[in-house]
Nanobody, 122 residues
């Protein structure tokens, strides 16, 4: 399963971005999909997760209330709407997929995208 992120960019603090995670040849609805991020010099950290049905959604405390993860079944995508962005949200954002629920543990996700850069200026 090849994943491709898009939607990153440069935005001012308080602004919004929407990231997309897409794949071709496979249905993303068959996988649990998580978003992770990695800032320079830091470990990759969990951001959000959505279950196959979309009924199970989890967020890290740092993004809860600002970010929204969702599925677009028609487009075979998982979206991450990021609002009220802060400079500390600056990182490379990755989507990851796994057939079994592995929640927040990045090492257990089997499939990864290449990442998209999000930069939030103050």
């Amino acid at each position: 399963v090849q994943l491709q992120e898009s939607g990153g960019g440069l935005v001012q603090a308080g602004g919004s971005l929407r990231l997309s995670c897409a794949t071709s040849g496979h249905s993303l609805s068959s996988y649990y999909v998580g978003w992770f991020r990695q800032a320079p010099g830091k470990l990759r950290e969990f951001v959000a997760l959505i279950s196959r049905s979309g009924s199970g959604i989890y967020y890290s405390d740092s993004v809860k209330g600002r970010f929204t993860i969702s599925r677009d079944y028609a487009k075979n995508m998982v979206l991450l709407q990021m609002n009220t962005l802060k400079p500390e949200d600056t990182a490379i954002y990755y989507c990851a997929a796994n057939a079994d629920p592995v929640l927040r543990t990045a090492a257990l996700y089997r499939f990864w995208g290449q990442g998209t850069q999000v930069t939030v200026s103050s």
